[in-house]
């Protein structure tokens, strides 16, 4: 068991928001990340459907990388406040 703060909360509402238009399944959702099992709750699948694969190119003197966010990456970098701009920064 193990509880999300509330900032982390507010991050991925803000974030789901944008995904999810039924606003009983958000709600519903939202219940879920606060309480004792909101943890646990970002590992089912039916939430991690939510954030998809997200792909960043960079280009080194002039060779191109493709990075690859991975679906659990994503929720995790959304969780902590972390943007796709700041990961590609670090490359």
Do not use: C, H
């Not at 958000?26 to 997200?54: M, N, V, Y």
């Not at 406040?81 to 670090?90: A, M, Q, R």
Request: negative net charge; proline residues 1%; hydrophobic residues 35%.
């Amino acid at each position: 068991m193990a509880y999300l703060r509330d900032e982390e909360i507010r991050r991925l509402l803000s974030y789901l928001t944008e995904k999810i238009q039924n606003k009983e399944k958000l709600a519903e959702i939202e219940d879920e990340l606060k309480s004792e099992f909101g943890a646990e709750f970002l590992r089912e699948p039916e939430i991690i459907t939510f954030f998809s694969e997200q792909n960043i190119e960079l280009n080194f003197d002039e060779t191109n990388w493709n990075l690859r966010i991975i679906s659990y990456t994503l929720l995790q970098m959304t969780q902590r406040g972390i943007s796709l701009n700041s990961v590609s920064e670090l490359y």
